[in-house]
Nanobody, 119 residues
């Protein structure tokens, strides 16, 4: 069994910053990828950033240069540093991961954390 625990959402003014965290629990043998998606009201869930095994990272065009994804392998935790936030970044942010736990592959999602950018 594997669980993703997210933290770090909240309310911030335009131009501000937030850092999201996502920790994966379980006896993890391998992380194929970990990353973040977001979903705004009335919109489809969309990719924000994902890091693959080996370290390559993909970002949505809308967040390039503003958001940075990093990972602590020892803690099986990823961080999303969000700078220069805009009202259009308002959404529920979901952590996702594709993991090998012991000998079983899991693709799983966190419960989501709300990010609201508003003055």
């Amino acid at each position: 069994q594997v669980q993703l625990v997210e933290s770090g959402g909240g309310l911030v003014q335009p131009g501000g910053s937030l850092r999201l965290s996502c920790a994966a629990s379980g006896v993890i043998a391998r992380v194929n990828y970990m990353g973040w998606y977001r979903q705004a009201p009335g919109k489809l869930r969309e990719l924000v950033a994902v890091q693959y095994d080996g370290g390559s990272t993909t970002y949505a065009d809308s967040v390039k240069g503003r958001f940075a994804l990093s990972r602590d392998n020892a803690k099986n935790t990823i961080y999303l540093q969000m700078n220069s936030l805009k009202p259009e970044d308002t959404a529920t942010y979901y952590c996702t991961a594709d993991l090998i736990v012991i000998s079983t592959r899991f693709t799983t999602w966190g419960q989501g954390t709300q990010v609201t950018v508003s003055s």
